[in-house]
Every structure is written in structure tokens, then in C-alpha cells.
């Protein structure tokens, strides 16, 4: 049976190749090529090291379209974007599935750290679950997907590697957007658009400071310093005022959230659902919810509050390890 694997080189799309390979899979591998002449080349090196087929597509003009622009301009509304989010079901799982039919290829596989079992996907490993990652996805990509990392932790990826002698056994994990492969996020967006000026920042109403760009903060994030001898966080940014409102710890914490754009990954609940959220990618808070689906906005109502939930970032449900979807937070 074949499968097209995301393939980059790295150790994870290295290890998930021969895990599908001794799985009796025939393996052939995409690699999305965004300009990185070196990172080409590194993929294209270790695929055929490995025996493996590669396909190379050019997915600057998409990626542009369907990442970077949204992606700059959610910073430019005052959110928090995540680029991986964006990425995963518009381009990197699009492609993938279309390289798929084309082959006449049953499954479509990542190395993401996450399971994928009869049509669903559930949490991986707690110490590097991905699943939060996947929110987006349709099902029909969903139900294609096959993901060899679903039960391993990173430190057993790398020892698999190192045991088969795959040269990507000790290359570092690529932590980095890829399309701001310096980091430098606030100069990849003053080349891209002109960047709101200094504003002010509010406490309860009245303006206590200047801040340099509201692009330069996010909800949740401390600003720097005391004032009046407490620490103050960032509880919301408003872009047509051009303010970044500041709040007490205590104050950053909320019950109830909504999620636009939400993408279900099970039929649509037509009554108040019961489950558990992330607001982020950490692992550590996942209350309880009641979830109300009203057209495409979702209403959360936690039974503990959620630490600053940040719009434009996303509102990621599960039903104990499954993952139900995921839409963008809202300050609607």
C-alpha cells in the first residue's frame, strides 16, 4: 500500500519512513519547498540515502497567500497567530492529500507526535503531544492519516535514529518559524507592511505609559517593571485605539471564551457539549467545558478558569485523548 510522508529530512520524518517502511508501506515523500536552497537539498540527500521517492513542490506563492499574509495580519489586528495552525490544513495536509490522489495513494502520513487511529486523532505522549497542532484539520484528511510517532517521546525518535544510523539522529529540532528562520518577527513585518506607531498603555481606564508598537505584545505577556509595587500582563489589545490594556494577574483569568471559524473534526453538536479545552500549547491546563456551537462561532464556558485567553490564537477541544476541533479565539 502507498503513502506520501511530509518529508523534510529532519529525525521525525526520518524515523516515521522506516516505521512505515517495516510496516509494509510504500513510501513516497513531499517536501515543501519555501526558498531554503540548503534545507532542499538536505531533504532531497536523505531521501535518497533512504530509497525513498521525493517530491519537491514550490509553495512560496502559497504559503504567502495562505500563512503570511494571515498570519501578519492577525499581528496587525492585535492578535496572537499561530503560523503551524494556519499551515497544516490549507497547504501542508492540501498538498499532501493531492499528491496522494494523484498517486493513487490510500493514506497521507506526518511526524507529527500525535494518534491517529479509524478516522480520529487522540493526544500522543503527554511530554510532546502535538494533537493541539492538528485542530484544523478535515475529515477527510483526518481520516486518510497515518502517524508512526503516536506512541513514542522524542528521546525515543532520536534513539531509533541513532540505532538505524540515520544521519538526522542528532540534528537539532528546528524550532523556528520557517519563514522567519531568524526569529526576527518584528523586522519580517516592517518589511511587509507599515507598523503602528507608539500608544498608549491603560490600567482600569487611565493611561499609565507608552508602549512602542502593539505588535510587540500579546495577552498574557508582563510588562516589564512595577507599578505601584505590582506586576501588570497584558489583557487586551485594541487596534483601533492603538491601546494595550494592562490588568493584575488575577484579573487575566476567565471562564468563558468564544472561537470563530471553528473546524470540527465530528459532526457538528446540535446541543451543548461537554469536554475539555486548551487555549494554548502548553499541556498543563485543559479545563473542564461546556461547548455551544452557534453557526460558526463556538461559546466555551469553563468550570475553571483559563490563564488570558489570547485572540487570534486557538480554542482546541478533546474528549479525554480526542481531538474534536479547533476554531481562532475571539474577543467577540
Given at each position: 500500500?502507498?503513502v506520501v510522508l511530509g518529508f523534510s529530512g529532519?529525525?521525525?520524518?526520518?524515523?516515521?519512513?522506516?516505521?512505515?517502511?517495516?510496516?509494509?508501506?510504500?513510501?513516497?515523500?513531499?517536501?515543501?519547498?519555501?526558498?531554503?536552497?540548503?534545507?532542499?537539498?538536505?531533504?532531497?540527500?536523505?531521501?535518497?540515502?533512504?530509497?525513498?521517492?521525493?517530491?519537491?513542490?514550490?509553495?512560496?506563492?502559497?504559503?504567502?497567500?495562505?500563512?503570511?499574509?494571515?498570519?501578519?495580519?492577525?499581528?496587525?489586528?492585535?492578535?496572537?497567530?499561530?503560523?503551524?495552525?494556519?499551515?497544516?490544513?490549507?497547504?501542508?495536509?492540501?498538498?499532501?492529500?493531492?499528491?496522494?490522489?494523484?498517486?493513487?495513494?490510500?493514506?497521507?502520513?506526518?511526524?507529527?507526535?500525535?494518534?491517529?487511529?479509524?478516522?480520529?486523532?487522540?493526544?500522543?505522549?503527554?511530554?510532546?503531544?502535538?494533537?493541539?497542532?492538528?485542530?484544523?484539520?478535515?475529515?477527510?484528511?483526518?481520516?486518510?492519516?497515518?502517524?508512526?510517532?503516536?506512541?513514542?517521546?522524542?528521546?525515543q525518535t532520536r534513539a531509533l535514529a541513532a540505532?538505524?544510523?540515520?544521519?538526522?539522529?542528532?540534528?537539532?529540532?528546528?524550532?523556528?518559524?520557517?519563514?522567519?528562520?531568524?526569529?526576527?518577527?518584528?523586522?519580517?513585518?516592517?518589511?511587509?507592511?507599515?507598523?503602528?506607531?507608539?500608544?498608549?498603555?491603560?490600567?482600569?481606564?487611565?493611561?499609565?505609559?507608552?508602549?512602542?508598537?502593539?505588535?510587540?505584545?500579546?495577552?498574557?505577556?508582563?510588562?516589564?517593571?512595577?507599578?505601584?509595587?505590582?506586576?501588570?500582563?497584558?489583557?487586551?489589545?485594541?487596534?483601533?485605539?492603538?491601546?494595550?490594556?494592562?490588568?493584575?494577574?488575577?484579573?487575566?483569568?476567565?471562564?468563558?471564551?468564544?472561537?470563530?471559524?471553528?473546524?470540527?473534526?465530528?459532526?457538528?453538536?446540535?446541543?451543548?457539549?461537554?469536554?475539555?479545552?486548551?487555549?494554548?500549547h502548553t499541556k498543563w491546563e485543559e479545563p473542564?467545558?461546556?461547548?455551544?456551537?452557534?453557526?460558526?462561532?463556538?461559546?466555551?464556558?469553563?468550570?475553571?478558569?483559563?490563564?488570558?485567553?489570547?485572540?487570534?490564537?486557538?480554542?482546541?477541544?478533546?474528549?479525554?485523548?480526542?481531538?474534536?476541533?479547533?476554531?481562532?479565539?475571539?474577543?467577540?
Amino acid at each position: 500500500m502507498k503513502v506520501v510522508l511530509g518529508f523534510s529530512g529532519g529525525v521525525d520524518s526520518a524515523v516515521s519512513a522506516v516505521l512505515l517502511q517495516r510496516a509494509g508501506y510504500e513510501v513516497h515523500g513531499l517536501y515543501l519547498d519555501n526558498a531554503d536552497a540548503a534545507a532542499r537539498e538536505e531533504a532531497e540527500s536523505a531521501a535518497a540515502r533512504m530509497g525513498i521517492p521525493l517530491t519537491v513542490l514550490d509553495v512560496k506563492a502559497e504559503l504567502e497567500e495562505k500563512v503570511c499574509r494571515p498570519f501578519a495580519a492577525c499581528y496587525l489586528r492585535g492578535e496572537t497567530p499561530n503560523p503551524c495552525i494556519l499551515c497544516n490544513p490549507g497547504m501542508k495536509f492540501k498538498n499532501l492529500l493531492a499528491l496522494a490522489d494523484e498517486l493513487g495513494a490510500e493514506k497521507l502520513a506526518t511526524g507529527h507526535y500525535a494518534r491517529a487511529e479509524g478516522g480520529a486523532i487522540y493526544k500522543g505522549r503527554p511530554s510532546n503531544d502535538q494533537s493541539y497542532m492538528l485542530c484544523r484539520l478535515t475529515r477527510e484528511q483526518a481520516a486518510r492519516l497515518i502517524l508512526p510517532l503516536g506512541g513514542f517521546e522524542k528521546v525515543q525518535t532520536r534513539a531509533l535514529a541513532a540505532e538505524w544510523g540515520l544521519p538526522a539522529a542528532h540534528k537539532p529540532d528546528s524550532m523556528e518559524i520557517c519563514f522567519i528562520p531568524d526569529k526576527n518577527y518584528i523586522r519580517w513585518l516592517s518589511e511587509r507592511a507599515e507598523l503602528p506607531g507608539p500608544g498608549d498603555f491603560l490600567f482600569h481606564g487611565e493611561v499609565i505609559g507608552q508602549h512602542e508598537g502593539i505588535f510587540r505584545w500579546t495577552v498574557g505577556q508582563r510588562r516589564p517593571g512595577l507599578y505601584e509595587g505590582r506586576k501588570l500582563y497584558v489583557s487586551r489589545i485594541d487596534a483601533a485605539q492603538n491601546t494595550v490594556e494592562l490588568a493584575l494577574w488575577e484579573e487575566l483569568f476567565k471562564t468563558e471564551l468564544c472561537a470563530r471559524d471553528f473546524s470540527w473534526l465530528i459532526e457538528p453538536p446540535k446541543e451543548p457539549l461537554r469536554a475539555t479545552v486548551r487555549v494554548r500549547h502548553t499541556k498543563w491546563e485543559e479545563p473542564p467545558c461546556t461547548v455551544t456551537a452557534e453557526g460558526d462561532l463556538v461559546r466555551i464556558v469553563c468550570g475553571t478558569p483559563v490563564r488570558a485567553p489570547a485572540p487570534g490564537q486557538s480554542a482546541v477541544l478533546y474528549a479525554g485523548d480526542r481531538l474534536l476541533g479547533g476554531g481562532f479565539i475571539t474577543n467577540a
